[in-house]
């Protein structure tokens, strides 16, 4: 079946609307993506007619609503391929996700001294949850190095694997560089020396196909918001011989076995971190994106938005003064191995700038350190502006941004 661009851009009406009598352009999918019809319909469609609390109930409303809560679990089940749905954790979003796994992990495994390995590259989400953990339990966090090109360095991280590691948690994507990193080889050095792994996938799952089976991670996190779904979902990964030995990260109702005022008891995964009524309207929207990007099939928009990239960066790289991070000024644009996000620096125009004035000719780009301040710092930059891609992105669009920015180039 053929990538059809413009029966794509139909479920998404907010891409023909205008901003500054400007046609707009949307290049900021890897802070949120557009949502089509689809999942919104689903949402409104669960609200009218099927909207009762799920699992408590045994009226008909409860029943219904519970099943669609639960099909949407064996959906993700599906989609990343895990064993059991019991593997399948909701949350508010690949946040909560770390957040949840930081805090339960470092209950159950880890005490003073003990160490975590993040890298150079991390989101924010994937640095302050374990720097919480160290200030609170003492543990010490470790930095996989990068070079400067954005790519780890391997040698060193298989020197810092040691008895004091009890975990590995590494971003599958560079949300500001794009680059892809070498989780694979990760999770096998670290598993040679029994080290659990886990992967944020929030850059990397609306990409391109994840496979737990193949992956081999121990935990693996997402937003559903970040894969043309609703906001305040996510989902955490865990293998079950993990997530059962993990205790509870909230308590309340949903997550109990039994209750008494001397003590409590509490369920099996997932129903043991899913504290309180879950947001079952929101699943069904995520189920919803699920299947809407896998009708179209991952390995087609992987092989669109690589089309894109590279586009954009050969286009780009021909503005006079570009620089564009993660990318060597040698390298071959047509075999890039990248995802479909773009940082970059104009001369010394200043990224706000840039993105401001961008946005008044209808470009809708990122700007700033892109929550990863400490990747900025090894960059020696306080940050960038940044355009990303989407299932629903044109070359027409990208051109759009290559003469915007040669406008903005010529006011300074």
Known sequence: MSYDITKIREDFPILSRSVYNKPL???????TTQKPLCVLDAMREEYLNVNANVHRGVHWLSQQATELHEGARETVRRFLNARSTTEIVFTRGTTEGINLLASCFSDAFMREGDEVIVSTVEHHSNIVPWQLQAARKGIVLRVIPMDDNGLLDMEAFARMLSPKTKLV???????VLGTINPVEEIIRLAHAQGIPVAIDGAQ??????????????????????KIYGPTGIGVLYGKEEWLDRLPPYQGGGEMIEHVSFEQSTFERP????EAGT???IA???????????SAIGMDAIRAHEEDLTRYAVSQLSAIDGMKIYGVPADADVQTLHHDAVISFQLRDIHHMDMGT??????IAIRTGHHCAQPLMDRLGILGTSRASFALYNTREEVDGLVSAINRVAAMF
Do not use: E, I
């Not at 352009?25 to 802070?31: R, T």
């Not at 990397?204 to 918001?225: K, R």
């Not at 699943?283 to 990007?293: E, F, H, Q, S």
């Not at 004035?357 to 209808?362: E, K, Q, S, T, Y």
């Open 270 to 273: 997932p129903l043991k971190f």
């Open 278 to 280: 879950p947001d079952y």
């Open 357 to 362: 004035l961008l946005d008044r000719l209808g």
């Open 283 to 293: 699943t069904t929207g995520l189920a919803k994106a699920l299947d809407y990007v």
């Open 169 to 175: 948690s590494v971003s599958h994507v560079s949300n």
């Open 204 to 225: 990397s799952t609306p990409h391109f196909a994840v496979d737990m089976q193949a992956l081999d991670c121990d935990f693996f996190v997402f937003s559903g918001h």
């Open 25 to 31: 352009v949307y290049l900021d999918n890897a802070a």
